[in-house]
């Protein structure tokens, strides 16, 4: 079993940054990937990044690319999403996950989810 603990979000204006994390405890993360969703009110939930926690390898969805970041701490337990240049349309719930490979989570095949944790953006 696998828990998993948001943090980090908030209001931020637009082109702001913020920087989400979160903190993974239970079972050894060795052989998983992790990675982000939001939730949009009135939308469904949608794949934001993913990385391996064995590689450096990542993946991020179209609307984020070259101004969201993924990165993990392995003695943290521990994964980021660094957002930069926000924009009102990234206001959504985002839920921290993890799941087999990036290719499971990108695809909405995820094992553990998070709590979430609120992202506004005020234009």
């Known amino acids: 079993q696998v828990q998993l603990v948001e943090s980090g979000g908030g209001l931020v204006q637009t082109g702001g940054s913020l920087r989400l994390s979160c903190a993974a405890s239970g079972r050894t993360l060795n052989s998983y990937a992790m990675g982000w969703f939001r939730q949009a009110p009135g939308k469904e939930r949608e794949f934001v990044a993913a990385?391996?926690?064995?590689?450096?390898?990542?993946n991020y969805a179209d609307s984020v690319k070259g101004r969201f970041t993924i990165s993990r701490d392995k003695a943290k337990n521990t994964v980021y999403l660094q957002m930069n240049s926000l924009k009102p349309e990234d206001t959504a719930v985002y839920y921290c996950n993890a799941g087999r490979s990036l290719a499971a989570i990108s695809t909405s095949i995820v094992d553990y989810w998070g709590q979430g944790t609120q992202v506004t953006v005020s234009s």
């Open positions: 990385i391996s926690w064995i590689s450096d390898a990542t």
